[in-house]
């Protein structure tokens, strides 16, 4: 796993693990969003009780912000970035996973702005991309 940031996204990541005290594995930004990978089993502490922390780091960055848990097992991190998943089949560098029809829309997003970061990370992360059915 090798993931390369600029001198701003480092800047983010250090503003979010100061506010939040976890510690974030990669960083991503699509259309006003921010997305945060924090490390495994991190992600309570990156939300915060009732949402406390996360709302702290909305207001700060004055942008919506999600957090994603971060898993070594590329088919756990899948499972903890969408609802619903009811298999998870790699080939190559393809990964299908099936969701359960009601959740689709969210899995994919408005316009396939969430696959499309998702996939992001995916390829940086595990050098393999996602495609839901």
Not at 122 to 128: P, Q, S
């Amino acid at each position: 796993m090798k993931v390369t940031l600029d001198a701003s996204q480092i800047q983010s990541i250090n503003m979010f693990q100061n506010l939040t005290n976890s510690s974030v594995m990669d960083f991503a930004e699509d259309s006003g969003d921010i997305y945060f990978v924090v490390g495994e089993g991190q992600y309570g502490l990156a939300v915060g009780k009732g949402g406390a922390k996360i709302k702290n780091a909305e207001r700060a960055f004055k942008k919506r912000i999600r957090v994603l848990e971060y898993s070594p097992d590329m088919e756990q991190f899948i499972r903890n970035v969408f609802q619903d998943v009811q298999q998870v089949q790699r080939d190559g560098d393809m990964v299908q996973v099936r969701i359960k029809p009601a959740s689709r829309p969210r899995a994919i997003g408005k316009n396939g702005s969430y696959i499309r970061i998702i996939n992001h990370f995916l390829k940086r992360l595990f050098g393999v991309e996602a495609k839901v059915k």
